[in-house]
């Protein structure tokens, strides 16, 4: 039998942020993440090494947290549809993977694109 070990996990929120951008362009109907300001009223798409810039994560207290998601939508999706879909996998994945409890997953649509 394995010996258990003692002491306390610490997981950065920048990890989180990682694992929460992955997720989200996994999910159908989301082009990419975006950062949280416009530039010129326009939503600039974040590369594949930048994605934690679109994701917030705000400390409730130790125990919780609050997510922020800036993302980019494709043209001619339910947007209310992919947000539902994307909040549920976010909160799945970080409650499962990381063993860390969601209190709320906001989804902010940047801006639509048509997929190439």
Known sequence: MADVALGTMTIAN???ADIAGFVALECYGVVGMASPSLRDGVAQLLSRDRLRKGVMITNID???IKIDLYVVI???TNL???SRNLTDRV???LTHDADVQ???V???VQGIKVRK
Do not use: M, P, Q, T
């Open 62 to 64: 130790d125990h919780k």
């Open 80 to 82: 209310a549809e992919v």
């Open 91 to 93: 909160k799945y994945a």
């Open 14 to 16: 920048d990890v989180l």
């Open 102 to 104: 969601v209190a709320s």
């Open 74 to 76: 494709e043209h001619g």
């Open 106 to 108: 906001d989804v902010h």
